[in-house]
DNA sequence: ATGATTTTGTGACATATATCAAATGAAATC
DNA sequence: GATTTCATTTGATATATGTCACAAAATCAT
């Protein structure tokens, strides 16, 4: 097995242990990317069956409202991108983009997920990765309500440090709800 | 079965039919609670092993800043209650509190999860259960970074009509990110 | 390297919303 | 039914952030 697919795996199945059957269906439906920055994974509106996970290189998450780019969330290596929304038949609402020449682990949502019916270790790899997912989401909500913009910047400035090197700010600004203006301004305390 | 848990269970088993003896050992941790107004469920930094179904009646769930009450979110008929935080042993962020005298189910977590590696169906029906939270928590994020607050706030009020109805506004207007006294200068209009 | 494009920073002003204070209205309690 | 408590509305002012405009700096492409 690729030594790319093993990691993503593992980084999902630390409660369990997957047999190499298991293990195989799985890589079935993964298959390797190399991709550019800008390249535009999956486009607004659109219906996507793939989820990807970042193996090297960094991804940006936003919508358009009222013709400007809010930005929703950035992934870095080992971090999943897709939308659940996808999944489950919707169109996307957002755009995902790559900000850095990447390289992607994709993941055939659509044709991984009927086996979560008949292989008990599927259905708990699945499970993992959404759960891991959601605590993502229902963090990302506590930090939006709970914190200032102040104090938004200096977590994210603490907890991940590596988005000021590799995000522009303007998208970061975006992120956290306020203009590259205000952000520049907050900074130059 | 109770009818009630029977209500639970087929919200959450529409795609797979699960046999009697899983749906029996899912009731082994349910049970019913008839609680007042007021009641406290979860409380903020304490840890909790259950989640809840709302048979009927309405939660909210809220955390403090700086001394003031910010509501995250309402929970009526047909909702689950409860935060992902707690089911991974980790203090809740939240305190979860009746806003009506309320029917809910219990659902003891600690216990029903490990049964997801032994019993398919469980694992599948445990998975219907977070992708239906982690899709309310896109849904949420979207909203919360889409609208500003007029349109936040016709959207709630054409999608959740009954909030309004049964949700005390200073409630509402802390949940839409805004001070009650802009809600009602905005319902002015 | 050099110019072009993108990103970041600074200033002046406008505006939505917060804050503080008080009045009115509704609901719960005795 | 009267009284207390809680929820909502309205007003006057303060403040943080947005908007628009442009300059400086950094990055990209030829």
Redesign the interface.
């Known amino acids: 097995m690729d030594i790319l697919y093993q990691r993503f795996i593992d980084h999902y199945s630390s409660?369990?242990q997957l047999t190499d059957h298991t293990k195989a269906e799985i890589c079935n439906h993964l298959s390797i990317l190399h991709l550019n920055k800008k390249h535009v994974l999956i486009k607004e509106i659109q219906r996507h069956d793939f989820a990807y996970f970042v193996i090297k290189g960094a991804v940006r998450s936003y919508?358009l409202?009222d013709g400007i780019e809010?930005n929703?969330w950035f992934a870095l290596e080992n971090d999943m991108v897709g939308?659940?929304?996808n999944f489950?038949d919707k169109p996307s609402?957002e755009t995902i983009e790559l900000v850095e020449n990447s390289t992607l682990i994709s993941i055939n949502i659509k044709k991984l997920k009927p086996l979560?019916?008949?292989?008990?270790q599927i259905?708990?790899f699945?499970?993992a990765v959404?759960?891991e997912?959601?605590?993502f989401?229902?963090e990302?909500?506590?930090f939006?309500?709970?914190m200032n913009s102040i104090d938004k910047y200096l977590i994210l400035l603490d907890k991940e440090p590596q988005l000021f090197q590799r995000i522009p700010l303007t998208y970061i600004a975006s992120f956290l709800?306020i203009t590259r203006e205000t952000l520049s301004r907050l900074r130059a305390k």
Do not use: P
């Open positions: 409660s369990q919508f409202k809010v929703t939308s659940l929304q489950n609402k979560m019916f008949s292989n008990i259905s708990n699945i499970n959404i759960e997912y959601a605590l989401l229902e990302k909500i506590y939006s309500q709970m709800g």
